[in-house]
């Protein structure tokens, strides 16, 4: 079921997409943020995911140094007047940080699929791989 030489990028990939990191077909949600906890498609258990806060944290940084940087070069070149920077920046902010979060947690539980974290090394054959090597 699994592909040993699948890559890295396209792991993240297929997370971004809101897809199984496994087979790439079945969807990764089944709510705006609950992942399922196996894909309907090629039966990959998902339920061992943590991603936990860190996807609002990278959203969070990303969307920062966007609306950041924007609002300083507004200012810089323009110096509306405050209604304005509101009225921009604002909707701007909530609409980037909706619509990045399902991809970066996507991406984030494709990560840990990938290098076998919380519990998804054992399907995948990397935990006997670690205990030969600590044998």
């Not at 949600?29 to 943590?50: A, I, N, S, T, Y």
């Not at 009225?87 to 970066?104: D, E, R, Y």
């Amino acid at each position: 079921m699994n592909a040993p030489e699948q890559t890295m990028a396209t792991t993240l990939y297929r997370g971004a997409m809101c897809k199984c990191p496994n087979c790439g077909k079945g969807p990764l949600f089944r709510k705006f943020l609950k992942v399922v906890d196996e894909c309907e498609v090629c039966g990959e258990e998902l339920c061992h995911q943590r991603a936990d806060d860190l996807p609002a944290y990278v959203v969070m940084l990303i969307v920062g140094h966007i609306v950041v940087g924007l609002m300083l070069w507004t200012e810089t070149n323009f110096a509306p007047a405050l209604w304005v920077h509101v009225a921009l920046w604002f909707p701007l902010a909530v609409a980037l940080s909706l619509g990045l979060l399902q991809p970066v947690k996507g991406m984030i539980v494709a990560l840990q699929w990938q290098l076998g974290m919380h519990g998804f090394g054992n399907r995948r054959g990397l935990v006997h791989v670690a205990q030969e090597r600590a044998s």
